[in-house]
């Protein structure tokens, strides 16, 4: 994070002050991938004013930085209308999330007079017959190309966020290569999130161990791969205290119905906008309050694994299976694909598992690394692994 | 001598965390905060008041400063905020498409 902006955010953080806010201003959108967690129905979104009405509540609780994002946000027709509000009068810095296949010329020319920080474009692969089988539309790689061009030459700042999955997982070089061509960052993500709804057959579109293995040791990723894979040291106290991320400390999220999540990614109810202020569920929902109390070291199974202090575990994951303190099993992998070593929390199911199916020998990879660390202290096995 | 105008550069993003401004340059999206007197200048930057007026009126109100003095520091400030294009200067003066200081809160 740039210097200035980590010292703005802990000043915001010792004022309880949302200083960045996602607002997803529908669910509906022009693509079907195969991966998305959203009901694309429209159920009642807020209108334009009750938007604007949100926005200016926002500002005034000083919010900062706002993501606008979806569904797909160009399908609102007052998209404009509230983009201009959100800049030229209430001048947050706004970054936009989309598939950009509405973007031509003319969108691309408005959003540079508008002084849009950055737009972030969802590329899947740089195959046309591989992208659009995970959108579902046909030609939708090219559009959304051809709107990256658009906004390049706007001289606005793009960003592609490519994310892994089985079916494009052998491509990202090749999107990587495409965006520095192009002249545009370039971001990727190997996390599928369970649908809002608890249904987490999405989940098996997630890329594998191996897999993950391959992008952890990617050292045009990653920069130096020992550091990065190497296994951590024990927390120190302070480390215990810290707080597990910025959901509901300096960032929230808010549904397309007024709904105040935590985060994009974590679907705890704590209030919304069009029953109550915004700056007062921020201060006083019950529900945002426990989140912001749990510290590391309240996290059940997380204090005694080897990788807690080096996880990227994400409490919204974590409480889409069923427990905000507890382990999310999507970073368990990645924490696994990073180290070699298993987390507590597999440690855990592992142990829960060999009781019930005692005398079972069916004995996977995975479970042949698992079975030779599963009696002994995480910590020891994991430094005899390397050895 | 000729005097200055002075006005919000529209392109940047702002908002006022506990008095302290905070801008991001429309440019590069670098990060600035502002000290308390160009805090006043930004909200004072209408386009309209001359920096003159700003400094009579705003600064030598707040900070005990001779008037010369303080046009002087007020004039070497707003050039340097040009230079980092958070404010525009003119000695016309600007036409503002609206208000906002993003001083909400
Ligand atoms: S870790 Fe999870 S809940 Fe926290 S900010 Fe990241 S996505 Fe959101
Ligand atoms: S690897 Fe799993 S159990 Fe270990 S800290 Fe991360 S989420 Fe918790």
């Not at chain 1, 529908?26 to 009405?53: F, P, Q, S, W």
């Not at chain 1, 973007?103 to 950055?118: H, T």
């Not at chain 1, 019930?356 to 599963?374: F, K, M, S």
């Amino acid at each position: 994070m740039n210097g200035l902006l980590e010292q703005m955010t802990e000043k915001a953080l010792k004022l309880n002050v949302p200083l960045s806010v996602q607002l997803d201003l529908t669910y509906r959108c022009n693509e079907r991938c195969v991966h998305c967690y959203l009901d694309h129905d429209d159920h009642g979104e807020m209108t334009t004013a009750e938007i604007k009405h949100l926005l200016k509540e926002m500002a005034d609780a000083g919010v900062f930085i706002l993501t606008l994002s979806g569904g797909e946000i160009f399908l609102r027709k007052d998209f404009f209308e509230l983009l201009e509000y959100a800049r030229r009068t209430l001048m947050f810095c706004v970054k936009l999330k989309t598939n950009a296949m509405l973007i031509r010329e003319r969108e691309a020319a408005r959003i540079r007079d508008l002084g849009v920080e950055s737009v972030q474009i969802s590329i899947y692969s740089h195959r046309p017959e591989v992208h659009d089988a995970i959108t579902l539309v046909p030609g939708s790689l090219k559009r959304s190309l051809d709107a990256v061009r658009f906004l390049k030459s706007q001289g606005l700042r793009v960003v592609i966020a490519n994310v892994l999955m089985t079916q494009n997982m052998q491509d990202y070089p090749a999107v990587r290569a495409l965006a520095a061509e192009l002249g545009v960052d370039c971001t990727l993500d190997p996390t599928i999130t369970p649908m809002m709804d608890g249904d987490r057959s999405v989940l098996s579109l997630g890329v594998d161990q191996t897999a993950l293995q391959q992008v952890f040791r990617d050292a045009s990723l990653v920069g130096d791969v020992e550091e990065f894979c190497a296994i951590s040291t024990n927390p120190d106290e302070d480390a215990l205290e810290n707080l597990p991320c910025s959901a509901g400390h300096t960032s929230c999220y808010v549904s397309p119905y007024g709904d105040v999540f935590p985060c994009v990614q974590f679907p705890l109810p704590t209030g919304n906008v069009r029953k109550q202020r915004f700056i007062d569920i921020w201060r006083h929902s019950d529900a945002m309050n426990d989140v912001r109390s749990i510290r590391v070291k309240d996290l059940t199974t997380c204090t005694s694994c080897s990788h807690v202090s080096s996880c990227s575990r994400c409490p919204g994951l974590a409480f889409l299976e069923g427990n905000m303190r507890g382990p999310s099993s999507q970073d368990c992998e990645r924490s696994y694909a990073r180290t070699g070593v298993p987390s507590a929390n597999m440690l855990a199911k592992k142990r829960a598992g060999a009781g019930q199916n005692l005398g079972q020998t069916n004995l996977g990879r995975a479970d042949l690394v698992q079975i030779r660390v599963l009696p002994a202290n995480v910590e020891t096995s994991a430094t005899s692994a390397t050895a | 001598m000729s005097r200055l105008y002075v006005a919000r550069n529209p392109r940047v993003a702002a908002r006022s965390l506990d008095g302290e401004m905070m801008i991001m340059s429309g440019r590069d999206s670098t990060l600035f905060t502002l000290n308390k007197t160009a805090t006043i200048l930004w909200q004072s930057a209408d386009g309209t008041t001359p920096l003159d007026e700003i400094v009579e009126h705003r600064i030598c109100q707040e900070f005990e400063v001779e008037p010369a003095e303080a046009l002087h520091d007020a004039e070497t400030l707003a050039r340097e905020l040009a230079s980092h294009e958070i404010i525009q200067i003119s000695e016309e003066p600007i036409p503002q498409p609206n208000p906002a200081a993003g001083e909400s809160r």
